[in-house]
């Protein structure tokens, strides 16, 4: 029979993964994100401020180290329009600033963050300016 | 011999996590409904079984799910439930709104971005004062002031803003305003529920100093100067679908993008003494009444289906639901093709910790959970 230590982790993650999913306080242009590769890709809204064509990526958490999580910054109304570098950082590298390249975003608009590659189950917890 | 015996093994194990992560009928308490004062009226021509009657509140607890909040259902809503159908998105006419709100400035930038046929270009025009416009799927315009407010995250800043009247104008002369803009544009007027809240330049002031001392904010983004000309109404809307709100497809998209929010509104505005600083109006819906009328099912089925979640899980948090919001959700179907159905919205705090609240929705008239990526 599985330990009951086992079994509660088991369970705990299957509701985790079903329920997961938080209010941030938004103030200023920035969210934080708690995304795990293949699970819950995506970001809260945040609304981009300016005209500056890049946008910030800073993981302060990592589940596996040294494993890269990339991500691409998404308008929120067409996800056809995404930026065209992605932000790559791993726990040794946590920050980013990629340019949006080719997608013009606009101030104003809404974007969101989005996974686009890192091994499944990577969860990684941070910031995010698009 | 040894094979079999593996198997039963983990026939055992299989057998022993899924009784472990779900509850026994027997198990749980009766549900204890302290208020239900009922609020929906019939119509002359329904009959008794086309109408449902939900409270005004609803305080339930159920083994460690409880229920505390007022359901929100709009004051017209009689209990009878029309379906609907989306004929399209409606979107604005970009030249009426370059019209509109493009100034005198000289245009210093313009930049189109390619999207999928169907749907309108995407073009962005900058002007030399610092004027914003964008238009195709979503209509946006921006003052230079709003730089400002969209780095403070004004829509959603609960914490610095309040429900005070400002000196410049009533707020419903801001929403009043809106209305005329959206009826203007080719928008559905009259067809939102509107909210609004007011935000002082000195809070804003100190917020922005807070977020630049905790090294958040660069010094440079600095506003040099606020005074009572940058206190704003903030004004937003969510579209109405015969007399319930709109839960609009972005809101399906992700759990993290599910939140009824002002920032999750189609229609957010921004006003100033100034004027208008910003508006974005985005994922409005032309609605047609289908011929069926729906049955919803009364609130004991729908709240058991939470309690019956949130019970299953195995650990020892605690969840309190502190909204319960009828919706038309709008969604895209297997087909592609968009589809509406009533859909309640619920908020579960755990342990009483508002930073872990989470969205589940629960579909009005099958009762059943609506799973989000």
């Known amino acids: 029979m599985l330990k009951p230590k086992m079994k509660r982790t088991l369970c705990a993650m299957a509701a985790v993964l079903s329920i997961a999913g938080t209010i941030t306080p938004v103030l200023a242009d920035r969210v934080d994100f708690d995304i795990t590769v293949s699970v819950d890709e995506i970001s809260p809204r945040a609304k981009k401020a300016d005209s500056e064509q890049k946008y910030y990526v800073t993981g302060t958490y990592f589940s596996l180290t040294n494993y890269t999580f990339s991500s691409k910054s998404v308008n929120l109304n067409n996800s056809a329009l995404k930026s065209q ?11 980013a600033t990629p340019g949006y390249g080719k997608y013009y975003a606009g101030a104003g608009v809404y974007h969101y963050l989005q996974a686009v590659g890192g091994v499944s189950g990577l969860r990684v917890r941070g910031r995010y300016t698009p | 011999m040894k094979k079999k015996y593996k198997n039963s093994i983990m026939i055992l194990i ?12 027997n198990d749980k308490s009766p549900a204890q409904i302290k208020d239900t004062t009922t609020k929906n009226t019939a119509t002359e021509n329904t009959t008794a079984e086309d109408i449902v009657v939900f409270p005004d509140r609803y305080n339930t607890e159920m083994e460690r799910v409880k229920f505390q909040c007022e359901l929100e259902i709009p004051e017209g809503f009689t209990g009878l439930m029309q379906d609907y159908h989306v004929n399209e998105q409606v979107y604005c006419d970009s030249n009426k709104f370059y019209e509109m709100f493009a100034p005198e400035s000289e245009l210093k930038e313009h930049h189109t971005n390619p ?6 270009e995407d073009n962005t025009y900058i002007f030399a004062d610092g004027t914003t416009i964008a238009s195709g799927f979503q209509c946006l315009y921006n003052s230079i002031n709003n730089v400002y407010y969209n780095q403070l995250g004004v829509m959603d800043s609960i914490e610095i803003s309040s429900n005070e009247k ?3 104008a009533e707020p419903e002369t801001c929403i009043e305003d809106v209305n005329e803009i959206l009826r203007q544009l080719g928008y559905p007027a009259d067809d939102f529920f509107f909210s609004w809240h007011s935000l002082n330049a000195q809070a804003m002031e100190q917020a922005e100093e807070q977020l630049i001392s905790s090294g958040d904010f660069p010094e440079e983004k600095r506003k040099k100067g606020w005074t009572s000309e940058d206190d704003i109404y ?4 969510y579209q109405k679908c015969g007399t319930l709100p709109v839960f609009h497809e972005i809101m399906s998209l992700g759990r993290s993008l599910a939140y009824d929010t002002p920032s999750g509104a189609p229609v957010q505005a921004v006003y100033s003494v100034r004027g208008l600083e910003s508006l974005l109006v985005n994922n409005i819906y032309a609605f047609e009444k289908a011929e069926k009328d729906l049955h919803l099912k009364n609130f004991d089925e729908i709240a058991k289906v939470v309690e019956e979640k949130f019970n299953s899980i195995l650990n020892e948090a605690d969840y309190a639901v502190t909204r319960a919001k009828l919706y038309e959700r709008v969604y895209y179907d297997e087909k592609q093709n968009y589809a509406v159905e009533p859909t309640w919205y619920f908020e579960i705090i755990e342990n009483g910790n508002e930073s872990r609240t989470s969205v589940t929705l629960v579909n009005a008239v099958t009762g059943k959970e609506i799973y989000l990526p």
């Open chain 2, 115 to 120: 999207v999928s046929e169907g749907l309108p």
């Open chain 2, 14 to 25: 299989l057998l022993t996590v899924l009784i472990g992560c779900s509850q026994k009928e």
């Open chain 2, 234 to 237: 903030v004004i937003y809307a």
């Open chain 2, 166 to 168: 400002l000196s410049f």
């Open chain 1, 85 to 95: 570098y992605t932000a790559a950082i791993k726990s040794s590298s946590p920050k």
